[in-house]
Every structure is written in C-alpha cells, then in structure tokens.
C-alpha cells in the first residue's frame, strides 16, 4: 500500500473546485500520509485546497495509472500533507483508456451527420457518422459530460472506416483531439477512470 506513492513519477492533484486541478511534487512518504508542494499552483487556486478538504489524485506509478480520493491533512501555503486511503484503483492500462461515453457531443456543423459516440478517452473519440468526415479537416467541438464538465477542442479525423449493415452504410471515425487545454484533457482522463472504476466495481459485484 504504501508502495503507490513514489517521488519522481508524474501526479495530479484535483480538488472540489475542478479548474484549481493542478501538478505536485512529493516531497517525503510516511507511514499513514505523504508530503507534497503544489509547485504550479495560483494564489487563487490555492484557496481551493483547505485542511480537511477532498481531492482526488492520479498520475502513474510502476504498475500502471493509479487514482484515488482521499483528504489533505495540513495546508502550508503551497506545501501539504496527504492522506494515504485505506483503498485505492490501480489501473494497469494503457495511458488513455477507452471507456463508454455519457454525455453529449456538439460537433459543428456535423450534427445531423453523427448516429452514435462510441467511445472516448483522453486522447481522442470514436464516432459513428452517416457520411465519412475529412481527413484533412479539423473539427471545432463541445463535448458535455455527465459529470456537468464541457470540454472545448478540435477533433481531427485520424482513421475513417467503411461499415455496412443491413445495406445501411456506416462510417466509424476515429479522431484526435486538438487545441485542447490542459484542464480539458484532465477532465477527460478523470471521466475515463471514473468509469473504468464503476465497470470494474459492477463486474467484481461491488
């Protein structure tokens, strides 16, 4: 358990307020808490992070993605102690997991054009559409999740296939994001291990 935390990997701090989300570095790990400096963070993003207050942490570790909630201990300025969880999810995956999308998608000027999401990550989406999009364009998107978080980008098509079904003619677009802020990007990697957790939890009977 204690093993999760370890100086020099990547991590990222997410508290209630979610654009406040920002890096840290550890600084000392101990036996029931870890030591952390926001070494980014705002004056007025620091308002967000109080003693006995919520956040959530992910970032990779030896083994995969790790993820989980826990509370901040102590606040001094930017230096703050951290709970170590009883529980918490390691997600051995690939860096941005594919899961199933809730929400929903506006993408301009394609609306009429889109049957269906069929999945997303923080990476990029998958889209079923009635006529292929271009390779060559990009397209301004606002996509809204269920967890009433918007994220503002561009998505361009990076593979187009061909489906028939029914003598219907499908097209599954696959696409990458692009002029997507960081805060965006975070919110889609919190989104994806969201639901990896709740699939996982739902197959294990939780």
């Known amino acids: 358990m204690r093993e999760i935390i370890k100086k020099g990997h990547d991590y990222r701090i997410i508290p209630q307020n979610f654009e406040s989300a920002t890096i840290f570095e550890v600084k000392n790990i101990n036996e029931n808490d870890f030591e952390i400096v926001l ?15 919520t956040v959530e942490i992910f970032g990779s570790g030896d083994d995969g993605l790790i993820f989980f909630e826990t509370k901040i201990l102590e606040c001094n300025n930017e230096n703050l102690k951290i709970a170590i969880p009883d529980n918490y999810n390691n997600i051995q995956r690939r ?34 559409t009635k006529k292929p999009l271009e390779a060559t364009k990009d397209y301004s998107a606002k996509i809204n999740l269920i967890n009433n978080l918007t994220i503002n980008c561009t998505i361009h098509p990076i593979r187009i296939e061909e489906q028939g079904h029914n003598g219907q003619t499908k097209y599954a677009i696959s696409g990458c994001y692009k002029e997507i802020s960081n805060i965006d990007r975070i919110a889609l990697v919190q989104y994806s291990f969201k639901v990896l957790m709740e699939t996982e939890n739902k197959e294990n009977g939780r």
């Not at 070494?39 to 207050?53: A, F, G």
């Open 95 to 128: 860096e941005y997991s594919r899961v199933k999308f809730m929400g929903t998608i506006d993408i301009e000027g394609e609306n009429d054009n889109i049957i269906s999401v069929e999945d997303i990550s923080a990476g990029g989406i998958k889209l079923i």
């Open 39 to 53: 070494t980014k963070v705002t004056p007025e993003e620091l308002k967000d992070y109080q003693k006995n207050s």
